[in-house]
């Protein structure tokens, strides 16, 4: 298994700014992933981030809105760039630390909310 | 393009209930099968991971089954417990793309004492 921690669990933002979101794990892992989950939907996959490696993006998010960074094998960022209200999300990370499981395991989310 | 439906959105029951969650999913070329419960601040707990190639998995009280063929899943939860109260998202990943989890929207169950 694999313990994930993010930081900040929540946070209040003005609409223009930027908010970065760090996630930790406690085991290196090769893929980590980040998810949003807006309100009364269910989670949507933002990008994969491999390290030594740019994130590879789903459709309908780009690099510019959502930069990811992933220094090395245990974390990684994700900026949620020039926020409007409809940034209002719970963000969260995961890892697939592999090794004989495709289990995912996922951080405990980020509370989002942009006035 | 793959979409996963839970049904029902939400149900209450009381404790001691046996009860079954369903999902479906439109694309039956899937990898694998996982279900989660969602508690709030605490995000998502892995419960089972079904492979495409199996039918069922149980852990204590829950059965998952699987009929890839039909698209279909559900999630059984025996003598139910207020503890139980949480949302249980079910997510599948493709055959394309093993990685990706593509999930539903969710059941919100309330088990009352």
């Known amino acids: 298994s694999a313990v994930i921690s993010q930081k900040p669990s929540r946070d209040i933002c003005q609409r223009g700014t930027s908010l970065t979101i760090q996630c930790q794990v406690d085991?290196?892992?090769?893929?980590m992933f980040w998810y949003r989950q807006q309100p009364g939907q269910s989670l949507t996959l933002i990008a994969t981030?491999?390290?030594?490696?740019?994130?590879?993006?789903e459709s309908g998010f780009v690099i510019d809105k959502f930069p990811i960074s992933r220094p090395n094998l245990t974390f990684s960022t994700l900026t949620v760039s020039n926020m409007s209200p409809e940034d209002s999300s719970i963000y969260l990370c995961?890892?697939?630390?592999?090794?004989?499981?495709?289990?995912?395991?996922f951080g405990p989310g980020t509370r989002l909310t942009v006035l | 393009k793959q979409e996963v439906t839970q049904i029902p959105a939400a149900l209450s029951v009381p404790e001691g209930e046996n009860l079954v969650l369903n999902c479906s999913f439109t694309?039956?070329?899937?990898?694998?099968l996982q279900w989660f419960r969602q508690d709030p601040g605490k995000g998502l707990t892995s419960l089972l991971l079904?492979?495409?190639?199996?039918r069922e998995q149980t852990s204590g009280r829950l059965n998952a089954s699987l009929d890839k063929s039909s698209g279909r899943s559900t999630l059984y939860i025996a003598a139910s417990q207020p503890g139980d109260s949480a949302t249980y998202l079910c997510?599948?990943?493709?055959?394309?793309?093993?990685?990706?989890?593509?999930f539903g929207t969710g059941t919100l169950l309330a088990v009352q004492p």
């Open positions: 995961s890892v697939e630390p592999g090794l004989h499981t495709d289990t995912q395991y």
């Open positions: 085991s290196q892992v090769t893929m």
């Open positions: 981030a491999n390290q030594g490696s740019e994130a590879t993006y």
């Open positions: 694309d039956s070329a899937i990898y694998n």
């Open positions: 079904i492979q495409s190639s199996q």
């Open positions: 997510a599948v990943s493709n055959s394309g793309a093993t990685n990706k989890l593509i």
